[in-house]
């Protein structure tokens, strides 16, 4: 069983971000989990990462001269697998602890066809 990390980021090559893992976000009085990728501070351009920023960039993304391009801020964002215009988002919150992805369920059952 996968544990949780705390005080700790995942690790990643430059140029990429974190694999997918789950969060735990504490935000005012509640906490939740969600399904997140971290991205180290100066490790991610708009060009490393192919996202879509055709409403622009943001005001407070680091311009770089020397390539022309915008450095993605560190942190963590939530992975949304089903929007269809976006697929990260800030996490608003405090990220508590990060753990890898579970496997995937592989049923324990027989086919119903060979009863």
């Not at 090559?13 to 501070?41: F, H, M, N």
């Not at 490790?43 to 990462?49: A, C, G, N, P, R």
């Not at 409403?55 to 390539?67: A, H």
Request: hydrophobic fraction near 35%.
């Amino acid at each position: 069983m996968a544990q949780w990390n705390a005080n700790t980021v995942p690790k990643c090559e430059k140029g990429q971000w974190s694999d997918e893992v789950l969060v735990t976000v504490e935000k005012g009085r509640y906490c939740t989990v969600l399904k997140a990728i971290y991205i180290p501070y100066q490790h991610v351009t708009t060009e490393d990462s192919g996202w879509c920023m055709e409403d622009g960039i943001p005001d407070d993304w680091e311009y770089i001269e020397e390539k022309d391009d915008w450095w993605i801020p560190e942190g963590w964002y939530e992975v949304c697998d089903n929007c269809p215009n976006a697929t990260y988002f800030p996490i608003d919150g405090k990220t508590i602890a990060w753990m890898k992805l579970p496997k995937l369920y592989e049923s324990n059952l027989k086919d119903l066809g060979e009863m």
